[in-house]
């Protein structure tokens, strides 16, 4: 004779923990949503927009004080300090036409110049560091781990260790003096953050995407440039901008692998010598001065929102 044990109601059971389970998570998700609510007060509070706006104009001071330097007389600026512009309105455009066009200043070639070494110490960076990312964010091979790790622990190195020596390689090679030593340079010590930057930002994209291109036959270069580039903008954006004010900002890097030479000089060179040889002219220094800020400015404010979006990107799951 035999007994039959009786089955267990495992779906009952299955749906009276999930039963259970669920005050739980909603519990959680309600603070989450209250934590966020707060958060989300107290930065759109008008307490909070009071002070952004007042740390907006403290930052700003500086530099709409500096344009008002740079486009009034001579003799203005030296007995009368900028604020009194407002009482006493003067206007002229000689400081920079002497800054552009002067014999002794000539800002129109160290600008070109400046041009010139930025533009490729941006694009040789993002392409080699998309690449580097691609492979180690989707291919499989060997010591991937040790060397991504690697790479991220060069950030930390600081740049000023590997003059010198990098120097030495381009006076053996026949480089020095050139803009490929800048573009090289530039290159190198912007790499480790872009491909940190490009890898978190792929790891973010779903792999069912990638999945489904490899089921229709994509390879790697189609995965790439079909599949992922679009999806990869705003981080390319984040780096364009940051690259972009570090070289164009830059006076250490330039200065050293160039030198001071006018066909090879960026502006922030010309704009030192300036500051050195003709310190009292301040109305000279001012009109240089907002010329080589007028430019990264405006980078920086037509991608500010990619900025810190691809910044972030990788920071923060879910």
């Known amino acids: 004779m035999t007994t039959s044990t009786p089955e267990m109601p495992v779906p009952e059971v299955r749906s009276q923990l999930t039963e259970e389970q669920a005050p739980r998570q909603q519990r959680k998700l309600t603070r989450a949503e ?135 390689i381009y006076v053996d090679i026949g480089l020095a003096g050139s803009f490929w030593t800048v573009w090289l340079s530039h290159a190198i010590f912007g790499l480790p953050l872009a491909i940190f930057l490009f890898h978190n930002f792929m790891k973010d994209i779903p792999r069912s995407l990638v999945e489904a291109a490899r089921v229709d036959g994509a390879g790697h270069v189609r995965i790439f440039f079909v599949v992922l580039m679009p999806l990869l903008v705003p981080a390319i954006a984040a780096f364009t901008v940051f690259q972009f004010l570090w070289i164009w900002n830059d006076l250490l890097v330039a200065l050293t692998f160039a030198g001071g030479t006018p066909n090879v000089a960026p502006l922030t060179v010309r704009l030192a010598e300036l500051s050195g040889t003709r310190g009292q002219d301040w109305h000279l220094l001012s009109a240089g001065a907002f010329i080589a800020l007028v430019v990264p400015l405006i980078v920086f404010l037509a991608g500010q929102r990619f900025f810190v979006r691809g910044l972030l990107a990788g920071g923060v799951k879910g």
């Open 34 to 168: 209250k934590r966020a609510a707060e958060a989300k007060t107290k930065l759109t509070s008008p307490w909070a927009t009071g002070f952004a706006i007042v740390l907006a104009v403290l930052w700003t001071i500086p530099t709409f004080g500096l344009l008002i330097t740079s486009i009034r007389p001579q003799a203005s600026i030296q007995s009368s300090g900028w604020w009194t512009w407002f009482t006493n309105p003067e206007f002229t455009l000689e400081n920079y036409d002497t800054v552009w066009n002067g014999s002794t200043t000539a800002f129109s070639t160290f600008f070109v110049n400046s041009i010139i070494i930025t533009i490729p110490s941006v694009v040789i960076p993002i392409t080699i560091a998309l690449l580097a990312a691609y492979a180690f964010a989707w291919i499989d091979f060997r010591g991937r781990d040790l060397l991504f790790v690697a790479v991220f622990a060069l950030q930390i190195v600081p740049l000023q260790v590997t003059l010198i020596p990098l120097l030495n």
